[in-house]
């Protein structure tokens, strides 16, 4: 079952910021939001999560609404080797069950400009 | 290096055969999963091992997948008799104790089966 949504795809022109918008509106109360990048033939990267707080760190910035059902993420100042498939997922942040596993949507293809 | 290690990096083998695949968490990572992503497509879990405890198997598409991991640490992913639907990337990550969803992801195993 879908627990986010994401455009399929986004462009970005080079030194600018790229805002990546993820809808998560079943979000429950304990459930973090999770992104992941991953760059053409590599494997997925953490970059950021949070719960209801903004959160920054040296790749990005993570903005959650108010209400939590929605997020974005911030690339600041776009770099060429910020091109990747970008994942947003959402699950509790750790204990045993089914709930400890990441499950990979398609994610956004954001794609930066020269 | 201090990340996650995998090998092979490519092996292409012929339907029916068995193969071996490797993967080397970050030392003190006590969670490691397996994934893949077929091509073109999002990633799918395989399974999970957490500390001593029973490993979940729940997304092992067949009784021809098995893994293991000795001493809590290097896990060995086996296909038997493997199929061309088996061609796919396969990845290893791990994660420490408490921050199950900040998951370190390898470079992968690239299966060709001809």
């Known amino acids: 079952d879908a627990k986010t949504t994401q455009p399929p795809s986004m462009d970005c022109a080079e030194g600018r910021a790229a805002n990546l918008p993820c809808n998560h509106s079943?979000?429950?109360?304990?459930?973090?939001v999770y992104w992941y990048r991953q760059i053409h033939s590599q494997g997925p990267q953490y970059i950021i999560h949070g719960l209801k707080n903004n959160e920054t760190n040296e790749m990005a910035s993570l903005i959650i609404t108010e209400d939590r059902k929605s997020s974005t993420l911030i690339l600041p100042h776009a770099t060429l080797r910020d091109t990747a498939v970008y994942y947003c997922i959402v699950r509790v942040a750790s204990g045993g069950g089914s709930n400890y596993k990441l499950t990979f949507g398609k994610g956004t293809l954001l794609t930066v400009n020269p | 290096g201090a990340g996650v290690s995998q090998s092979p990096s490519n092996k292409v083998t012929e339907k029916g055969k068995d193969v071996e695949l490797r993967c080397d968490p970050i030392s003190g990572h006590t969670a490691l999963y397996w994934y893949r992503q077929s091509l073109g497509q999002g990633l799918e879990f395989l399974i999970y091992?957490?500390?001593?405890?029973?490993?979940?198997k729940s997304g092992l598409p067949s009784d021809r997948f098995s893994a293991e991991r000795t001493g809590g640490s290097v896990s060995t992913l086996t296909i038997q008799r493997t199929q061309q639907e088996d061609s796919a990337v396969y990845l290893c990550?791990?994660?420490?104790?408490?921050?199950?969803?900040?998951?370190?992801f390898g470079e992968g195993s690239r299966l060709t089966v001809l």
């Open positions: 079943t979000i429950s109360g304990n459930e973090y």
């Open positions: 091992f957490q500390g001593n405890s029973a490993p979940d």
């Open positions: 990550a791990s994660s420490l104790e408490g921050r199950s969803g900040e998951l370190f």
